[in-house]
């Protein structure tokens, strides 16, 4: 098992429960996958160094987790098609 950490970045206008639910979705599709969640780290707001789809902010989430290989290719896969996730990023520690 390999260590991940996976940023994502949630559009401002999301409500709340959208973003928690959001983010649950990940983590179930870790869970489910065999993987293991070891943090997940809320930013909250923050402004973005250039407009990205003519929006100026957005909401940070940083996930950390243990994994098979392959699963960091279908979370990005399932986020990019995702309206609820602005942009995404895994990297393995």
């Known amino acids: 098992m ?14 709340d429960e959208a973003k928690e639910a959001t983010i649950d979705k990940y983590v179930k599709i870790i869970e ?11 930013w909250g707001m923050k402004k973005f160094a250039y407009p990205i ?12 987790f243990e994994a098979p290989a392959k699963l960091p290719q279908t979370i990005e896969a399932a986020m990019r098609i995702d309206e609820s996730v602005v ?7």
Do not use: F, H, Q, W
């Open 53 to 64: 789809n003519y929006k100026n902010e957005g909401y940070y989430v940083l996930l950390e």
């Open 32 to 42: 489910a996958n065999d993987g293991k969640m070891t943090v997940v780290n809320k």
């Open 2 to 15: 390999n260590k991940y950490e996976l940023l994502t970045i949630l559009p401002a206008s999301l409500t």
């Open 87 to 93: 942009r995404c990023l895994c990297l393995k520690k």
